[in-house]
């Protein structure tokens, strides 16, 4: 079994950071290996890597993302140190505090970063990364075509859903991709942090609402609401969605199409990880009402 606090550490030498007196491993990505490194002359950081990179570009993508997601949209990120094909080496944030008040001001933070960050086109200059496996950001004029192609068909090939899910269930997914328009409301593009689950979301040395690990793209607004919606928030982030939906005009119908546009997340988490946290489940769940009747 890999020591990742001797990984970690020997990464960290080879990239030139000399003073590291030790690694302490840190739990919560499902991807990379993570941990805070002491520095002798130096603060603490943050580090992560890969014991295999699934391309050299991988970090310089997520750099990339959290300047973008900071300059872009007024969301405070960790700074990048370094980001190499083997190492992203980020300042410390803080976990975030208790309370709704927190969740008030992240709510006021998303709302400003989607409201401000609209584009004619869907996609990105490149493709990034989500977890392992690279996020495709072809542009596209049409949201509803960007959607399908490049967030929920993309993964069908992919062995790991081609196990999970039946015939039936991939003609209810195609099914469902031809009623897109049908189903979600026509939304501008704005700039989406791509992977907004709960653990996510950190703070800054004075309680700010802080972002990491993005997997950024110009997509619908809902995109980052549906991951956060649906990856278990605490109870005090209840006023977040409250205030989120009247910053932003929501309307009151915004909550049924949570499962829909989480499909996304889904699949690329069944295709991913042997474990999927019921994601197959909630695959399936959702596309039972577009599944053939008998």
């Not at 002798?40 to 991988?58: Q, W, Y």
């Not at 190499?84 to 927190?102: D, H, K, Q």
């Not at 998303?110 to 950001?137: E, F, M």
């Not at 928030?233 to 915004?254: C, K, N, V």
């Amino acid at each position: 079994m890999l020591n990742s606090s001797a990984f970690l550490s020997e990464r960290l030498l080879r990239a030139g950071l000399r003073d590291v007196v030790s690694v302490e491993p840190v739990s919560g990505g499902l991807a990379a290996l993570a941990g805070t490194a002491t520095r002798r002359n130096a603060p603490p950081v943050f580090v992560k890597a890969f014991a295999d990179p699934p391309d050299d570009d991988v970090f310089a993508a997520e750099a990339e993302g959290l300047a973008a997601l900071r300059d872009r949209g007024g969301v405070a990120t960790p700074e990048v140190i370094l980001a190499n094909r083997e190492l992203l080496v980020l300042t410390m944030l803080r976990p975030r505090p208790a309370g709704e008040s927190f969740w008030e001001r992240f709510a006021h933070q998303l709302a400003q970063l989607h409201l401000s960050t609209t584009n004619p086109r869907y996609g990105w200059h490149r493709d990034n990364w989500l977890g392992r496996r690279r996020q495709i950001n072809t542009w596209e004029d049409d949201g509803f075509a960007f959607f399908a192609r490049h967030r929920l068909l993309r993964w069908l090939d992919q062995p790991r859903v081609e196990a999970a899910l039946e015939p039936a269930d991939r003609v209810a997914l195609e099914r469902l991709c031809d009623r897109l328009p049908e189903l979600l409301p026509d939304r501008p593009a704005c700039l989406t942090h791509g992977d907004l689950w709960a653990q996510n979301v950190l703070a800054t040395a004075d309680g700010q609402p802080a972002l990491i690990d993005p997997a950024v793209s110009y997509m619908w607004a809902e995109v980052d609401l549906a991951h956060v919606w649906t990856t278990s928030p605490p109870p005090e982030a209840r006023r977040f969605f409250a205030l989120y939906a009247e910053l932003t005009g929501l309307d009151s119908d915004w909550r049924a199409r949570m499962p829909i546009i989480q499909l996304r997340q889904h699949l690329a988490v069944l295709a991913q990880f042997d474990d999927d946290w019921g994601a197959a489940d909630q695959i399936r769940a959702t596309l039972a009402p577009f599944r053939a009747r008998a």
